[in-house]
């Protein structure tokens, strides 16, 4: 009898998750088994904590919570939408008065002797909360539009003056790819991002950025209402984008300026701003085709790249693990992603469909600028890779994200059903 009663327990706690996407759940961990013995190979020789066993914990906990959150609705998170988003601003605004410094950026607030980064979390509230306004009117009109970027808006200021560059960007890249799929005018997102365009051309190439100005005009004559007005406004603005990019390049930290400058020629500064990406190129080069084999690498086992657990740990990758350890690495992002892509296309409302594509959106970013940043096709930003570099914050927000993902899933065909 009590047997029986057990089995019922256990198949009725199954139930729950009998939708989920495994295969979705084990990329992620399995990149978060294989980011924890990467840290640990980078801290063989430093004589510091073991980062790489507290990955792993941490990378449980954030299953155990992914598993929990995807057993949830995800649409009771209409219900909360305004409140996550309240909530995570007022901790943004506190950090910008009692938070901790660190690396450069004040984006920390210490609670209990743990370190809180509420930048990695107002990620999830920004998709939470463009998911439900983009549910209930698209991004077809110009006022559908208007309204995303007054909700972007404060908390993206926040998170730039802390200055945390790389979040910051996040955001837009989240922005952009929910935008799209909420059937936005694709001259619209080009129109969007062209200021940033016209002030990097303007101090690299000024035909270009002229050329730039007047293609913008030409977009938004065939995209936006009122002709010439709205032609003469894009023009100008990308014209006057030059100036203002001088002024929002004087509210970045010097070490930022480095970062987003010496990517293209770290050999200006090979001991100061270039010093990271040089010796991350040399350890990626010195892997070659099979790797040095874990804890062998010179670069990293030496110590060469300062913080490589952190940002850099695709540096240690290659090194260790040679081309073909990379180039799996990056197989898994595409496969984790290309299901991602698939769940959102066959999401039973809008909804759930969006909440994902701002989880696709947030990684395809955060991987690509990562990956980039480490080889020299992209500046360096502060951006984590996600499950693979160590962060606790960033961790614990992929793996609410992967259990929101989850639960659109294991809801997807189920007209009625219950939390148990």
């Known amino acids: 009898m009590f047997v029986n009663d057990m089995q019922k327990q256990w198949r009725l706690i199954a139930a729950g998750w009998q939708g989920l996407d495994w295969v979705l759940l084990a990329l992620p961990v399995a990149l978060t088994s294989f980011g924890a013995i990467v ?35 995800y649409e009771n998170l209409l219900n909360w939408q305004w409140i996550i988003y309240a909530a995570v601003n007022l901790l943004l605004v506190a950090v910008m008065f009692v938070g901790t410094v660190g690396g450069g950026a004040q984006s920390w607030l210490s609670v209990g002797g743990f370190y809180v980064q509420p930048s990695e979390f107002a990620k999830l509230s920004i998709i939470i909360m463009l998911a439900a306004m983009l549910s209930r009117r698209d991004a077809s009109s110009l006022w559908g539009v208007a309204r995303i970027l007054a909700v972007i808006v404060p908390p993206w200021i926040l998170v730039f003056l802390q200055p945390d560059l790389g979040t910051s960007l996040v955001f837009g890249a989240i922005t952009l790819g929910m935008l799209y799929w909420a059937n936005c005018n694709p ?175 947030m990684i395809v970013f955060q991987v690509t600028i990562n990956i980039g940043m480490t080889i020299g096709l992209a500046p360096i930003t502060g951006i984590p890779l996600p499950w693979l570099s160590y962060g606790r914050a960033a961790l614990l927000t992929n793996f609410i994200a992967l259990g929101m993902v989850e639960s659109v899933v294991n809801f997807r065909h189920r007209l009625k059903f219950t939390d148990s």
């Not at 073991?50 to 949830?72: E, K």
């Not at 030496?302 to 850099?312: G, K, R, S, V, Y």
Request: charged share 10%; aromatic share 12%; hydrophobic share 55%.
């Open 39 to 73: 840290i640990n190979s980078t801290q063989i020789n430093t004589h510091t904590v073991a980062y790489g066993l507290n990955h792993a914990i941490l990378g449980l906990i954030g299953l155990v919570l992914a598993l929990w959150i995807s057993r949830i609705r």
């Open 187 to 361: 001259g619209w997102l080009v129109l969007f991002v062209s200021p940033l365009v016209a002030a990097i051309l303007f101090h690299l190439v000024l035909p270009g950025w002229l050329g730039w100005s007047l293609a913008m005009g030409l977009i938004a004559w065939f995209t936006l209402p009122w002709r010439w007005f709205s032609t003469a406004t894009a023009t100008a603005i990308n014209l006057v984008s030059g100036k203002l990019g001088d002024i929002v390049w004087g509210l970045l930290q010097d070490y930022q300026k480095d970062r987003l400058v010496l990517f293209l020629d770290p050999d200006k500064d090979p001991l100061g701003g270039g010093y990271h990406l040089i010796q991350s190129r040399i350890a990626i080069g010195a892997g070659k085709l099979w790797g040095q084999g874990l804890g062998q690498g010179s670069q990293t086992q030496l110590n060469f790249i300062p913080e490589q657990h952190t940002d850099f740990i695709f540096s240690a990758v290659g090194e260790e693990w040679g081309f073909v350890g990379a180039m799996v690495v990056i197989a898994v992002y595409w496969l984790l992603c290309f299901r991602l892509v698939i769940i959102a296309q066959n999401a039973k409302d809008d909804f759930g469909s969006l909440l994902v594509i701002g989880v696709l959106s």
